[in-house]
Protein backbone atom coordinates (compact mmCIF):
# COMPACT_ATOMS: atom_id res chain seq x y z
CA UNK A 1 0.00 0.00 0.00
CA UNK A 2 3.33 2.63 0.57
CA UNK A 3 3.89 1.75 -3.34
CA UNK A 4 2.63 4.76 -5.47
CA UNK A 5 1.23 2.96 -8.54
CA UNK A 6 -0.29 0.39 -6.51
CA UNK A 7 -2.24 2.41 -3.73
CA UNK A 8 -5.00 2.85 -5.75
CA UNK A 9 -5.25 -1.37 -5.93
CA UNK A 10 -7.95 -2.59 -3.54
CA UNK A 11 -6.22 -4.56 -0.14
CA UNK A 12 -7.81 -8.29 -2.41
CA UNK A 13 -6.18 -6.67 -5.38
CA UNK A 14 -2.68 -6.29 -3.27
CA UNK A 15 -2.89 -9.26 -2.45
CA UNK A 16 -3.75 -11.20 -5.43
CA UNK A 17 -0.89 -9.03 -6.62
CA UNK A 18 1.42 -10.30 -4.22
CA UNK A 19 1.40 -13.97 -4.99
CA UNK A 20 3.14 -12.87 -8.09
CA UNK A 21 6.15 -11.33 -6.60
CA UNK A 22 9.28 -12.74 -6.92
CA UNK A 23 12.25 -13.16 -4.35
CA UNK A 24 15.77 -12.20 -5.73
CA UNK A 25 18.37 -11.63 -3.35
CA UNK A 26 21.82 -9.66 -4.29
CA UNK A 27 25.58 -9.66 -2.49
CA UNK A 28 27.13 -6.35 -1.06
CA UNK A 29 28.16 -4.33 -4.09
CA UNK A 30 25.95 -6.32 -6.86
CA UNK A 31 24.01 -4.43 -9.40
CA UNK A 32 20.68 -4.39 -9.15
CA UNK A 33 19.71 -2.32 -12.49
CA UNK A 34 21.94 -0.74 -14.89
CA UNK A 35 21.36 3.10 -15.88
CA UNK A 36 20.14 2.88 -19.67
CA UNK A 37 19.00 -0.39 -19.56
CA UNK A 38 15.52 -1.84 -20.79
CA UNK A 39 13.83 -3.30 -17.87
CA UNK A 40 10.03 -3.33 -16.62
CA UNK A 41 10.35 -4.30 -13.52
CA UNK A 42 9.22 -2.80 -10.03
CA UNK A 43 11.53 -3.42 -6.98
CA UNK A 44 10.67 -3.44 -3.43
CA UNK A 45 13.22 -3.89 -0.89
CA UNK A 46 12.52 -6.72 1.76
CA UNK A 47 15.52 -6.49 3.46
CA UNK A 48 19.20 -4.42 2.95
CA UNK A 49 20.76 -1.33 1.70
CA UNK A 50 20.66 -0.08 -2.05
CA UNK A 51 21.95 3.32 -4.13
CA UNK A 52 20.83 4.99 -6.93
CA UNK A 53 23.49 6.18 -9.33
CA UNK A 54 23.63 8.58 -12.78
CA UNK A 55 26.47 8.96 -14.66
CA UNK A 56 28.34 11.98 -14.13
CA UNK A 57 26.20 13.07 -11.05
CA UNK A 58 27.09 10.33 -8.39
CA UNK A 59 24.97 8.75 -6.09
CA UNK A 60 21.21 10.71 -5.83
CA UNK A 61 19.63 8.39 -3.42
CA UNK A 62 19.59 5.55 -0.91
CA UNK A 63 17.03 2.71 -0.67
CA UNK A 64 16.29 0.99 2.82
CA UNK A 65 13.77 -1.48 3.71
CA UNK A 66 10.15 -1.09 2.63
CA UNK A 67 11.33 1.33 -0.09
CA UNK A 68 11.12 0.65 -3.79
CA UNK A 69 12.26 1.57 -7.35
CA UNK A 70 11.01 1.11 -10.93
CA UNK A 71 7.52 2.05 -10.77
CA UNK A 72 8.03 4.26 -13.82
CA UNK A 73 9.52 1.60 -15.70
CA UNK A 74 6.70 -1.10 -14.67
CA UNK A 75 4.16 1.26 -16.66
CA UNK A 76 6.48 2.86 -19.01
CA UNK A 77 9.23 0.36 -20.28
CA UNK A 78 11.93 3.30 -20.59
CA UNK A 79 15.43 2.88 -19.66
CA UNK A 80 16.69 2.92 -16.41
CA UNK A 81 17.57 6.67 -15.39
CA UNK A 82 19.92 5.41 -13.05
CA UNK A 83 22.01 2.05 -11.53
CA UNK A 84 21.13 1.01 -8.32
CA UNK A 85 23.61 -1.43 -6.09
CA UNK A 86 23.29 -3.38 -3.46
CA UNK A 87 25.02 -1.68 -0.44
CA UNK A 88 24.25 -4.85 1.93
CA UNK A 89 23.03 -8.07 1.29
CA UNK A 90 19.54 -7.06 -0.10
CA UNK A 91 16.78 -9.27 -0.69
CA UNK A 92 14.81 -7.67 -3.40
CA UNK A 93 10.73 -8.45 -4.15
CA UNK A 94 10.09 -7.86 -7.74
CA UNK A 95 7.06 -7.12 -9.75
CA UNK A 96 6.80 -8.05 -13.40
CA UNK A 97 5.44 -5.51 -15.49
CA UNK A 98 3.21 -8.67 -17.58
CA UNK A 99 1.76 -9.28 -14.11
CA UNK A 100 0.81 -5.93 -13.25
CA UNK A 101 -0.95 -5.31 -16.61
CA UNK A 102 -2.90 -8.45 -16.24
CA UNK A 103 -4.14 -7.09 -12.95
CA UNK A 104 -4.39 -3.38 -13.86
CA UNK A 105 -4.21 -2.93 -17.58
CA UNK A 106 -1.69 -0.87 -19.96
CA UNK A 107 -1.49 2.24 -17.34
CA UNK A 108 1.73 3.75 -19.57
CA UNK A 109 -0.16 4.06 -22.80
CA UNK A 110 -3.04 5.60 -20.69
CA UNK A 111 -0.62 8.11 -18.66
CA UNK A 112 0.63 9.21 -21.97
CA UNK A 113 -2.69 10.07 -23.65
CA UNK A 114 -4.05 11.74 -20.72
CA UNK A 115 -0.80 14.02 -20.76
CA UNK A 116 -1.24 14.78 -24.05
CA UNK A 117 -4.93 15.74 -23.69
CA UNK A 118 -4.40 17.13 -20.48
CA UNK A 119 -1.06 19.40 -22.68
CA UNK A 120 -3.58 20.82 -25.01
CA UNK A 121 -6.56 21.22 -22.72
CA UNK A 122 -3.72 23.80 -21.29
CA UNK A 123 -3.23 26.50 -24.10
CA UNK A 124 -4.21 29.36 -23.02
CA UNK A 125 -4.10 32.45 -25.11
CA UNK A 126 -1.62 31.07 -27.62
CA UNK A 127 0.87 29.70 -24.48
CA UNK A 128 0.50 26.54 -22.49
CA UNK A 129 -1.07 27.37 -18.70
CA UNK A 130 -1.13 24.35 -16.48
CA UNK A 131 -1.25 26.49 -13.24
CA UNK A 132 -4.51 27.98 -14.76
CA UNK A 133 -5.50 23.98 -15.64
CA UNK A 134 -4.64 23.27 -12.09
CA UNK A 135 -6.77 25.85 -10.56
CA UNK A 136 -9.49 24.88 -13.27
CA UNK A 137 -9.75 21.13 -11.69
CA UNK A 138 -9.59 22.59 -8.55
CA UNK A 139 -13.02 23.77 -7.84
CA UNK A 140 -12.96 24.21 -3.66
CA UNK A 141 -9.36 26.00 -4.53
CA UNK A 142 -8.04 24.22 -1.77
CA UNK A 143 -4.47 23.64 -3.50
CA UNK A 144 -4.97 20.36 -4.18
CA UNK A 145 -6.75 17.53 -6.57
CA UNK A 146 -8.19 15.06 -4.84
CA UNK A 147 -9.52 11.84 -6.08
CA UNK A 148 -12.84 13.13 -7.20
CA UNK A 149 -11.43 16.29 -8.86
CA UNK A 150 -8.72 14.01 -10.77
CA UNK A 151 -11.88 11.54 -12.43
CA UNK A 152 -13.46 15.00 -13.43
CA UNK A 153 -10.51 16.22 -15.26
CA UNK A 154 -9.91 12.83 -16.80
CA UNK A 155 -13.17 11.75 -17.86
CA UNK A 156 -13.78 15.75 -19.24
CA UNK A 157 -10.71 17.04 -20.60
CA UNK A 158 -8.95 13.77 -20.38
CA UNK A 159 -12.07 11.84 -22.74
CA UNK A 160 -11.78 9.20 -20.53
CA UNK A 161 -14.68 7.02 -21.02
CA UNK A 162 -15.18 4.50 -18.10
CA UNK A 163 -15.66 1.62 -21.43
CA UNK A 164 -11.89 2.86 -22.15
CA UNK A 165 -10.15 3.44 -18.53
CA UNK A 166 -12.23 1.53 -15.08
CA UNK A 167 -12.23 3.11 -11.57
CA UNK A 168 -9.33 1.02 -10.33
CA UNK A 169 -7.12 2.19 -13.52
CA UNK A 170 -7.83 5.80 -12.68
CA UNK A 171 -7.44 5.30 -8.81
CA UNK A 172 -3.67 4.02 -9.68
CA UNK A 173 -3.26 6.85 -12.06
CA UNK A 174 -3.64 9.32 -9.72
CA UNK A 175 -1.39 7.63 -6.92
CA UNK A 176 0.80 7.63 -9.89
CA UNK A 177 0.82 11.53 -10.29
CA UNK A 178 0.71 11.96 -6.94
CA UNK A 179 4.50 12.18 -6.86
CA UNK A 180 5.51 13.21 -3.16
CA UNK A 181 2.62 10.32 -2.17
CA UNK A 182 0.81 12.85 0.58
CA UNK A 183 -2.55 11.07 -0.79
CA UNK A 184 -3.54 14.34 -2.96
CA UNK A 185 -1.91 16.16 -6.11
CA UNK A 186 -0.51 18.98 -5.45
CA UNK A 187 0.35 21.93 -8.30
CA UNK A 188 4.25 20.58 -8.10
CA UNK A 189 2.81 16.67 -8.68
CA UNK A 190 0.85 18.06 -11.64
CA UNK A 191 3.26 20.30 -13.22
CA UNK A 192 5.84 17.69 -12.97
CA UNK A 193 3.13 14.69 -14.38
CA UNK A 194 2.27 17.62 -17.30
CA UNK A 195 6.54 17.73 -17.59
CA UNK A 196 6.86 21.24 -16.81
CA UNK A 197 9.70 21.08 -14.50
CA UNK A 198 12.39 24.15 -14.51
Known sequence: ASVPILRGLTPKERDDLAQRLDSRSYLRG???????????SL????????EAEVKGVGVVRQYLTG?????LALISGNPRKATVTAMTE???????RD????LVGKLGDKLDALRRRFDSAAYS????DFSKLFRHYDRDNSGFLDLAQFRA???KDGHVKVGDVGEREIRCLYYLVDLDGDGQIGEADWATFLGNVD
Open 30 to 40: ERIIAEGEKND
Open 43 to 50: FIISSGKA
Open 67 to 71: QWFGE
Open 90 to 96: CTMLVLQ
Open 99 to 102: DFEH
Open 125 to 128: YGRK
Open 153 to 155: ACR
